[in-house]
């Protein structure tokens, strides 16, 4: 991907992520509070006399809904078969489940694993302890190690339908 279009995919990341997780999140919530003061609490008057005006209502519902948003988005992650969906097609979907990120695994790790697993098979050819059936599959995470290192990809990525 060339360098500018990369910039611009950067920043429009960053802008879907500030613009969804902050902005819109607090325009919600205000939104949320003055649509049910206005259209539902001054409809019914006596929930009304029991707050009498809005900042005591906005003050009870954030103090209400916070602990209650917090249980409903534990309940989600820990007991929710919904959240380990998400997380599979966020496997799927990543290219680094596929391939060594850049960083430290890519330039010390990856080549680290490489050289541990020539220099066992040496000492382990050497003294005569392999039979063909384990030569041929540290031979193939050989090969495998290799195209990690050099930039490809094992396993078989998500491809874009």
Same mark, same amino acid.
């Given at each position: 991907?060339? /360098? %500018?279009?990369? +910039?611009?995919?950067?920043?429009?990341? +960053?802008?879907?992520?500030? +613009?969804?997780?902050?902005? /819109?999140?607090?325009? !919600?919530?205000?939104? /949320?509070?003055?649509? &049910?003061?206005?259209?539902?609490?001054?409809?019914?008057?006596?929930?009304?006399?029991? =707050?009498?005006?809005? &900042?005591? =209502?906005?003050? =009870?519902?954030?103090?209400?809904? !916070?602990?209650?948003?917090? #249980? &409903?988005?534990?309940?989600?992650? @820990?007991?929710?078969?919904? +959240?380990?969906?998400?997380?599979?097609?966020g496997v799927e979907a990543n290219p680094y489940y596929y391939k060594f990120?850049? !960083?430290? /695994? @890519?330039? &010390?790790?990856?080549?680290?694993? $490489?050289?541990?697993?020539?220099?066992?098979? %040496?000492?382990?050819?050497?003294?005569?302890?392999?039979?063909?059936?384990? %030569?041929? %599959?540290?031979?193939?995470?050989?090969? @495998? $190690?290799?195209? #990690?290192?050099?930039g490809g990809h094992v396993g078989n990525p998500r491809t874009k339908i």
């Open positions: 991907m060339p /360098t %500018r279009l990369r +910039y611009l995919a950067r920043l429009w990341f +960053y802008f879907r992520i500030g +613009y969804a997780t902050y902005l /819109t999140f607090l325009l !919600g919530v205000i939104n /949320t509070l003055i649509v &049910v003061w206005y259209l539902a609490i001054q409809q019914a008057p006596e929930i009304q006399n029991l =707050f009498g005006h809005f &900042v005591p =209502f906005a003050v =009870f519902t954030i103090l209400v809904g !916070g602990p209650l948003s917090v #249980l &409903v988005g534990w309940l989600h992650l @820990k007991k929710s078969s919904a +959240y380990a969906s998400e997380m599979d097609i990120p850049p !960083g430290y /695994t @890519k330039e &010390v790790l990856g080549p680290l694993y $490489l050289e541990l697993l020539l220099q066992m098979k %040496r000492l382990l050819s050497s003294q005569k302890l392999l039979d063909d059936e384990q %030569r041929k %599959r540290i031979e193939e995470l050989e090969k @495998k $190690l290799q195209i #990690l290192n050099d």
